[in-house]
């Protein structure tokens, strides 16, 4: 495996599942993101993993829940999700604490809550 | 207030023309760090170029090339001979020093481009 990648690449759930989505990285980076992207709405991130600490949060609802072990792997928890909560997960990577690096990011989950 | 505006929403061209998408962004930081994203129906973002905020140089890659304007806070993208295969998102990002020791991005909310054969 090179580069980012995303599992599941689909995801339909109920409202009252719970589901995990997960990431790994094979590049040597030390900072991981998640991102959601909806149809009318731009890019918004949700969580950062610089160093394995989370470096903010961005007020996402609590049925979303991160969870980083090592600088390579990165999960999102998802619970008593909403309707609303449909949309493309993407994650991403770089090399942190020096802005200039680019982000590399994954393929997405595409996840539709009934 | 948007730190990153891309105004164009879509753009539609026809194969062959140029086209010119457009990035303003706002900062308070001297240091900063701006890019381009471009994003296929596949739906992977793909790294295209950054630019620091003390290289105002432009920089042209075969038909891609960027201007940046320090002056009017501007970043914009033009694609010369367009193709069908450049029909995707493009995501401007704006990259700032916060105050947790790290550089978060902000992304514009992206540009459409459709290109007709």
């Known amino acids: 495996e090179t580069g980012v990648t995303q599992t599941p690449r689909h995801l339909v759930m109920g409202m009252t599942n719970k589901k995990s989505l997960k990431c790994e990285q094979h590049l040597g980076h030390n900072a991981m993101y998640w991102y959601k992207q909806s149809a009318k709405k731009p890019l918004e991130l949700m969580f950062v993993?610089?160093?394995?600490?989370?470096?903010e949060n961005n007020s996402v609802p609590s049925r979303f829940s991160p969870e980083c072990p090592n600088s390579s792997h990165l999960f999102l928890h998802l619970h008593t999700l909403q309707p609303e909560d449909s949309a493309l997960y993407l994650c991403a990577s770089s090399q942190a604490r020096a802005g200039d690096n680019e982000q590399f990011f994954g393929p997405g989950t595409r996840l539709t809550v009934l | 207030a948007q730190k990153v505006t891309q105004a164009q929403t879509e753009i539609s061209v026809v194969e062959k023309e140029d086209v010119t998408l457009d990035c303003v962004y706002e900062?308070?930081?001297?240091?900063?760090?701006l890019f381009w994203y471009k994003q296929p129906p596949s739906g992977e973002l793909v790294f295209l170029i950054r630019r620091n905020s003390f290289d105002e140089q432009n920089e042209i890659s075969g038909r891609y090339s960027w201007n940046f304007q320090k002056s009017t806070s501007s970043f914009n993208f033009t694609i010369t001979a367009s193709q069908v295969v450049d029909s995707a998102v493009y995501f401007c990002?704006?990259?700032?020093?916060?105050?947790?020791?790290?550089?978060?991005?902000?992304f514009g909310r992206g540009t459409s481009l459709i290109v007709h054969p």
């Open positions: 900062t308070r930081d001297t240091t900063y760090y």
């Open positions: 993993y610089s160093l394995e600490e989370r470096v």
């Open positions: 990002a704006l990259s700032e020093f916060e105050s947790g020791g790290s550089y978060i991005p902000t």
